[in-house]
């Protein structure tokens, strides 16, 4: 397996505009995280989904942020409309199961809205 | 809500002397996960303690997860060069089940 993969790697906006982001987990794996790292805030989850289902999407900062998971091989995160303090490394991870198993991340999408 | 504090935010060494990153949770954790994130690269997992008191040993790496379970430790012993990274800790919460890591800790190590 190619693991976890996230597209694009690079993505550089304008303020405004919508952003998509991309994840394709490993095949098998039920549950799927979208994290956001900053230097000030560090590893932050926004939203995991179990068997393409959202279960906690308290982590979502606001409403221009929503993710979704239309089958178990695809994920989006998207932002729209984008804005500066979105700038960021979003990563993805997949898992099997939730409890005491080791999350696998993408190589994560560094986003910068200007 | 659930935090996980992790001391220092950064440490710098010189190669061949020990480093010690240490993860403290305002709650009880059902485990902790430890992971290293290469300089632009993603994290990726080390480790993971399940019982009070474990202690785990990955040839220079010591893990330990608190009697509470609401702290763990990282232990390298003689660094090198390519310890070089972030490493961060994780933890479950035995009331959510969400997966909170804290600040990470910062090695830098001079040859």
């Known amino acids: 397996d190619a693991g976890v993969i996230q597209s694009p790697r690079h993505e550089v906006t304008e303020m405004g505009q919508e952003v998509t982001l991309r994840c394709k987990p490993i095949?098998?794996?039920?549950?799927l995280f979208w994290y956001r790292q900053t230097m000030m805030r560090g590893l932050e989850l926004l939203i995991y989904?179990?068997?393409?289902?959202?279960?906690?999407d308290s982590g979502m900062p606001e409403d221009r942020f929503s993710a979704k998971m239309p089958n178990a091989s695809f994920s989006t995160l998207k932002i729209q409309p984008s804005e500066p303090r979105d700038s960021a490394v979003y990563f993805c991870?997949?898992?099997?199961?939730?409890?005491?198993?080791?999350?696998?991340f993408g190589q994560g999408t560094r986003l910068t809205v200007v | 809500g659930q935090q996980v504090m992790q001391i220092p935010q950064y440490q710098h060494v010189q190669e061949g002397e020990d480093f010690t990153t240490y993860c403290n949770s305002s709650?009880?954790?059902?485990?902790i996960q430890w992971y290293k994130q290469r300089p632009g690269g993603h994290p990726v997992f080390l480790i993971q303690l399940v019982k009070s008191g474990e202690v785990k040993k990955q040839k220079r790496l010591t893990f330990q997860f608190g009697e509470a379970k609401k702290n763990s430790s990282l232990h390298i012993t003689a660094t090198q060069t390519t310890d070089v990274g972030t490493y961060f800790c994780?933890?479950?919460?035995?009331?959510?089940?969400?997966?909170?890591f804290g600040q990470g800790t910062t090695l830098q190590v001079k040859p």
């Open positions: 709650t009880t954790l059902s485990n």
């Open positions: 994780a933890g479950m919460s035995s009331n959510t089940g969400k997966l909170i």
């Open positions: 989904f179990n068997n393409n289902v959202p279960i906690d």
């Open positions: 095949s098998g794996h039920d549950y």
């Open positions: 991870a997949s898992s099997l199961g939730v409890v005491a198993v080791e999350a696998f």
